[in-house]
């Protein structure tokens, strides 16, 4: 993963126009809310292991699906929307700062490697007289 390829990803709407029932739940609504942009593959996984991983009273079930976070929430607890998607917020910059650190490391790392190799043919050198 390279400089470019890296995609900062933000929350950019709620579609408020498609509410659907929750297959799983009839108490439940699904519903999309859209990011900036595609995320990468490790983006999703990041994301993913963060939202799993760190507690809030208030998770429910979502899913990433190309520029989109479908989410399954209860009605019922509208009044938590908000701090629920202070949360979200949260845990997409934490999968942006560790997708941005581990592209810090592999560039750190390719770059040693680069260092290596000119090191090797500066000691293969012969200097003149």
Same mark, same amino acid.
């Given at each position: 993963m390279n400089e470019e390829e890296i995609t900062v990803v933000r929350l950019r709407e709620i579609d408020t126009e498609?509410? +659907? &029932?929750? %297959? &799983?739940? /009839?108490?439940?609504? %699904?519903? !999309?809310?859209?990011? =900036?942009?595609? *995320? =990468? +593959? *490790?983006?999703? $996984? %990041?994301? %993913? $292991?963060?939202? #799993? $991983? !760190? /507690?809030? !009273?208030?998770? *429910? *079930?979502?899913?990433?699906?190309? &520029? #989109?976070?479908k989410i399954t929430f209860l009605p019922r607890y509208a009044s938590e929307l908000q701090g629920y998607f202070a949360f979200l917020a949260l845990i997409i910059r934490r999968a942006n700062d560790e997708i941005k650190r581990t592209a810090d490391i592999q560039a750190s790392h390719t770059q040693e490697q680069r260092r290596a190799e000119f090191r090797r043919a500066l000691q293969r050198v012969t200097l003149p007289g």
């Open positions: 498609h509410l +659907d &029932d929750a %297959e &799983d739940n /009839p108490e439940a609504v %699904e519903f !999309t809310v859209l990011l =900036s942009g595609t *995320p =990468s +593959d *490790p983006w999703v $996984q %990041e994301f %993913e $292991q963060a939202y #799993r $991983q !760190t /507690p809030y !009273t208030l998770k *429910p *079930p979502l899913e990433v699906a190309g &520029d #989109r976070l």
